[in-house]
């Protein structure tokens, strides 16, 4: 037992702890099996990958900071006409994201334009990337606040680290020309560095009314539109509409 404890110790000095939580396990089991040592090693430096692995996406989820971690399971590509089977399959590849192109998903409140930017971000993660999400009125804040805390210093650092940044209800608000301002320095340290997922429900030539400089509108839109697909949701297709819950068993408020 004390050998077992020191091989332990030792393991967790070489930052495998994973390993050496499982060694008392994985030793009885390849006694049970009759594994060979290069089995039993086989073994064991997978469960510590795998764990690796586990824990790496749990923290990148936390990370990510996701409203709901909902999948691309959840968005049903048959209830609407905005992209086909074929399409998503496509944007699962994620060769936009290494090529650096940019998704700008637009159309009203409740269409799946959060559910199919949120589905993306978490496949996302499980096949390697870093992934940021936050919506467009936390950004503002984020951004105005980042000198002054460490919360918002830090959540920024995750954002810039990002290989995708998804941010949610873009244009949602007017801003002043400082929070402009700070927006288009944001879009410029991620030009060329990360790709960007983009929901709104307002079109990009609507965005000079709400960002209020025309100037820093071109310099942003520049950007952004440079390499960039745009898929329109249909305007009548609400998701949130199809698949709201009631409070009675067998009945709408309709009937």
Do not use: C
Not at 93 to 117: H, R, S, V
Not at 191 to 204: E, M, Q
């Amino acid at each position: 037992m004390k050998e077992l404890e020191r091989i332990q110790k030792e393991l967790r000095s070489l930052q495998l702890s994973e390993t050496a939580s499982a060694l008392p396990e994985y030793l009885q089991r390849a006694e049970h099996n009759d594994w060979t040592h290069l089995e039993f090693l086989i073994e064991l430096v997978d469960h510590e990958q795998n764990r690796r692995g586990t824990k790496l996406i749990e923290r990148r989820m936390k990370w990510a900071a996701f409203p709901t971690p909902n999948t691309l399971q959840d968005f049903r590509v048959e209830e609407q006409e905005a992209l086909t089977e074929k399409q998503i399959r496509q944007l699962k590849e994620f060769t936009w994201i290494d090529q650096l192109y940019n998704l700008i998903l637009l159309g009203a409140p409740g269409t799946g334009k959060t559910l199919l930017a949120t589905g993306l971000g978490v496949e996302a993660i499980h096949q390697g990337y870093k992934v940021a999400f936050i919506s467009m009125g936390e950004l503002v804040h984020v951004m105005k606040t980042e000198e002054i805390t460490r919360k918002s210093q830090l959540r920024m650092k995750r954002i810039r680290e990002a290989n995708l940044v998804i941010i949610d209800d873009l244009m949602f608000m007017a801003m002043d020309y400082r929070e402009a301002n700070l927006f288009f320095h944001l879009i410029n340290d991620l030009y060329d560095r990360a790709s960007v997922i983009l929901t709104s429900n307002k079109a990009p030539h609507e965005w000079g009314e709400l960002l209020g400089d025309h100037g820093i509108t071109t310099a942003i839109l520049d950007r952004l539109v440079h390499r960039a697909e745009v898929v329109h949701f249909e305007m009548n297709d609400s998701y949130r509409m199809k698949h709201r819950t009631t409070i009675f068993k067998e009945e709408s408020v309709q009937n």
